[in-house]
């Protein structure tokens, strides 16, 4: 104990030793790089589809995973994705739309990098999340909790809203799980008067659900209550 104490007790050029334990770090980096290894890398992939037809259920890019052995600075820049072009794979004339077969990629990835092996792929099925592009109409309606109304007031008639329906685009697997019904919301309280706005509608839950409008018009007339006469 007593000789490490005297160990940390002698005067030290720490900024020449951490400067060396640097250089020695970078060293072994050099080498470790300029060696072969094998790594799990991915790989962008690009689908080329008929956008009227086919549409993405999300936003996530599509890759594909695979085992590979190369050079450690290709296998780097590869998991570091740089200097990366994604393959481009054509499937409009496809009837299997939602997934490709990872043999079916492999002439494309090994045409891309030479410079590795491939020695085989994490999953045999690369799904696209593509999905068929559907269209629906979904009524509107307003939300008439809590009131918007002025106290001992009430609707005189219905509530008018313009258009009704509304047109909504998206990915069909979605829409058919949506509530066919979109619900607004009147901004204004203690209405007394007839009432005729444009509102907002509410943003899709999902964002590659498209609505065919942004706002309707909401109108209607209000009338006091008839109180019974008492003496």
Known sequence: MKAILRLFNRKYDWKVMFV????TIFIWLL??????????VSYPIVFKY?????MHKNEDNTKITFHAYGLGWDLLKLKLNWFVDPIEIDITNRKKYRYVLASEIRPYLEDKLPIVEIRYFISDTLYTGLDKVKKDKMK??????????ADDYKIDGNIRINPEYIVVTGPASILDTMSHKIVVKVSDNNI?????????LPKPSNPQVKYGADKVEVSF???KYKRPFTQ
């Open 20 to 23: 060396c334990l640097l250089a």
């Open 31 to 40: 080498n470790s790089m300029n060696r072969d290894h094998l790594a799990d």
């Open 50 to 54: 008929d956008n009227q037809a086919l």
């Open 140 to 149: 509107i309606y307003v939300d008439r909790e809590p009131t918007f109304l």
């Open 192 to 200: 007394a008067d007839a009432y005729k706005e444009e509102i907002s």
């Open 221 to 223: 007339n209000v009338t």
